[in-house]
């Protein structure tokens, strides 16, 4: 198959959070839902690849051989959809709905551990192919929510990649034609 070196990618996609217990990744159908999907972002999305190396070097000071030791992925997007059950999925916050005085309430400080999810995000190109990132992650790095007068108020996220499943942190899958 002859490689696309002139296949621009441009746009942003579709954001999905799906809570997970174990270490199984559910089908595209299931993640891909209405249910799941944080409605409109901002300011697009970004995936983060770190690698942490080791080299080896000989008696000249100079590196012989290179080794991978350890990775991080991290993804990071504007959410404009406002929603506080989103927030509970970054952070170890608690909602609690009062149906009597007709409020949502989201309480922070009773620590705890993170919510792990299912990040998808899916970007559909202009042939109708789909590119799907997924990876399992937790929001250890917290979230921002600027009340600007000058601008829509977005929950900026950023989530980072955990070995819940063993040998992924994460992958990227594009449908061919």
């Not at 551990?113 to 990040?119: F, K, P, S």
């Not at 042939?127 to 917290?142: F, P």
């Amino acid at each position: 198959m002859a490689k696309k070196i002139d296949e621009v990618i441009l746009g942003s996609g579709e954001l999905y959070l799906m809570s997970i217990e174990g270490d199984t990744i559910p089908a595209d159908t299931a993640i891909e839902t209405e249910n799941n999907n944080v409605g409109h972002c901002s300011g697009g999305a970004s995936l983060e690849y770190k690698p942490e190396s080791y080299d080896v070097k000989n008696q000249y000071n100079r590196t012989v051989k290179r080794f991978i030791k350890g990775e991080e992925i991290s993804f990071k997007t504007g959410v404009l959809t406002w929603d506080l059950g989103l927030l509970t999925k970054l952070s170890t916050a608690k909602l609690t709905e009062d149906t009597t005085k007709k409020t949502k309430t989201l309480t922070f400080g009773a620590g705890g551990a993170l919510a792990t999810n299912i990040v998808r995000f899916v970007h559909t190109k202009d042939n109708g192919k789909k590119i799907r990132l997924t990876l399992i992650g937790q929001a250890g790095s917290g979230f921002g929510l600027d009340f600007s007068s000058e601008k829509e108020t977005t929950i900026d996220a950023e989530f980072t990649a955990i070995e819940k499943k063993k040998g992924f942190l994460a992958e990227i899958r594009e449908e061919l034609e």
